[in-house]
């Protein structure tokens, strides 16, 4: 068993940062691509970033260029720097990871005012 804890969420006013966190533990495996999804109230899950073990980095076009997925694998823990936010962006931000199966973490409230 795999487990995900988020952490770094809260509320910001638009064009301000944060930054989240995601502690992965429990798994016997290495983690290979640690994601970031986020859903905002009555839409569908999406992905934001994902990153390999290697480091390549991949974002939804909504966040390139104000987002930065990174990750310290000697702590299984990936982050996802948020600058630039924008109302838009308010939603419950999750962490993914797949080992056999997939895992997803809690989720933390993002929430930008405008």
């Known amino acids: 068993q795999v487990q995900l804890v988020e952490s770094g969420g809260g509320l910001v006013q638009a064009g301000g940062s944060l930054r989240l966190s995601c502690a992965a533990s429990?798994?016997?495996?290495?983690?290979?691509?640690m994601s970031w999804y986020r859903q905002a109230p009555g839409k569908q899950r999406e992905l934001v970033a994902t990153i390999t073990r290697d480091g390549i980095s991949n974002y939804a076009d909504s966040v390139k260029g104000r987002f930065t997925v990174s990750r310290d694998n000697a702590k299984n823990t990936v982050y996802l720097q948020m600058n630039t936010l924008k109302p838009e962006d308010t939603a419950i931000y999750y962490c993914?990871?797949?080992?056999?199966?997939?895992?997803w973490g809690q989720g933390t409230q993002v929430t930008v005012s405008s």
């Open positions: 429990g798994s016997r495996f290495s983690i290979n691509d």
């Open positions: 993914r990871v797949v080992v056999f199966r997939s895992y």
